[in-house]
């Protein structure tokens, strides 16, 4: 069964940059079929996309991050991560890496959830 | 962004009949396929619903999905104790070059 499991600093100083790597274990990173991705959630707030990537370099971000994430996939390490750039306040969230499946359209696996905190 | 819209909370006592819209637009649901996830706070989301309207396995049968147009409904039969957190409708949109949207979330009380 495939496991996903984040890592990072979980305190960032406000306009510095957000750093996230998400470990797969238990399934292949190189399967065409899949998206691997972020999504987070505000303290008291509601899940946000960020967006996902595939193996073959596909990749769709949320519009109203204005271009600051950045999702990479490392297959040597099968790990992949989130680059969030110039983050205030307004990023701190319990961030998820999760599994996107291309066929089924929905996300069919998730982390178990990494919170971090932007400081000003 | 795009965003789904959905009632802020929902309740019902035990044994009751609940339902949770979620109106989106022809970008979104109206060309896409809608997903429901259920979440307990602070923990990772559980997909209840795929494809509108198919249950994943082990799933009860008592969350049934459907969808009309530009909006989709969760449906959640024989309220049960258990059943008291948020649930998140979801969709593919297909403006601005494509991007995932979520509902903006109900909370289940049972009363």
């Known amino acids: 069964q495939l496991h996903l499991q984040e890592s990072g600093p979980r305190l960032v100083k406000s306009s510095e940059t957000l750093s996230l790597t998400c470990s797969v274990s238990g399934g292949s990173i190189t399967n065409s079929n899949y998206y691997w991705g972020w999504i987070r959630q505000p303290p008291g707030g509601g899940l946000q996309w960020i967006g996902f990537i595939s193996y073959t370099g596909i990749n769709y971000y949320n519009p109203s991050l204005m271009g600051r994430g950045t999702i990479i996939i490392d297959s040597s390490k099968r790990q992949f991560s989130l680059k969030l750039s110039s983050v205030t306040a307004a990023d701190t969230a319990l961030y998820f890496c999760?599994?996107?499946?291309?066929?089924?359209?929905?996300?069919?696996?998730w982390g178990q959830g990494t919170l971090v905190a932007v400081s000003s | 962004q795009s965003v789904l819209t959905q009632p802020p909370s929902a309740s019902g006592t035990p044994g009751q009949r609940v339902i949770i819209s979620c109106s989106g637009s022809s970008s979104n649901i109206g060309s896409n396929t809608v997903n429901w996830y259920q979440e307990v706070p602070g923990t990772a989301p559980k997909l209840l619903i795929y494809s509108d309207n198919r249950r994943p396995s082990g799933v009860p049968d008592r969350f049934s999905g459907s969808k009309s147009g530009t909006s989709a409904s969760l449906a959640i039969s024989g309220l049960q104790s258990e059943d008291e957190t948020d649930y998140y409708c979801a969709a593919w949109d297909d403006s601005l070059n494509g991007h995932y949207v979520f509902g903006t979330g109900t909370k289940v009380t049972v009363l």
């Open positions: 999760v599994r996107y499946s291309g066929e089924a359209y929905y996300f069919d696996s």
